[in-house]
């Protein structure tokens, strides 16, 4: 049993540049960060023996999984009807300005998005279930 009764995994699309999946990652973890509060993500002030705190980060284990759009796209599907907290970033949000973006978001339909990456967060039984056939990202 983990000391931990809630699951964070982040699912990245694996066709995508290094680049464009870190700048995804780091959106898709602000906004999970923004919906959740500190003690419910573990969050601790680490320090050094010179003094330094390296504050908020997690002590929970975060998991780093690959697939692609499509797969990205039914885990979103099912973690919406498994209420599982989740964010989703696509390619819409990527190139221009955000008010650029935005526009491009409205525009585009659901099937014709390309999905970037998904960060789940809930209940670490169902998390897992819903995640467990993808592979650590590489």
Do not use: C
Not at 65 to 84: M, V, Y
């Amino acid at each position: 049993m983990t000391e931990f009764k809630h699951r964070l995994v982040a699912v990245i699309n694996k066709s995508v540049a290094s680049g464009v999946a870190m700048n995804a990652l780091a959106h898709l973890s602000i906004a999970l960060g923004a919906q959740l509060n500190p003690e419910t993500l573990h969050l601790i002030d680490y320090r050094d023996t010179d003094g330094n705190v390296y504050p908020n980060i997690s002590k929970m284990p975060f998991v780093i999984l690959e697939a692609n759009s499509n797969k990205i796209k039914l885990l979103r599907e099912q973690a919406i009807a498994n209420n599982i907290q989740q964010v989703t970033f696509t390619d819409t949000m990527t190139v221009g300005s955000w008010q650029e973006q935005l526009a491009r978001s409205q525009q585009t339909k659901a099937d014709a998005l390309n999905f970037y990456g998904i960060v789940l967060f809930g209940d670490a039984t169902r998390v897992t279930e819903l995640t467990r056939k993808f592979s650590l990202w590489k």
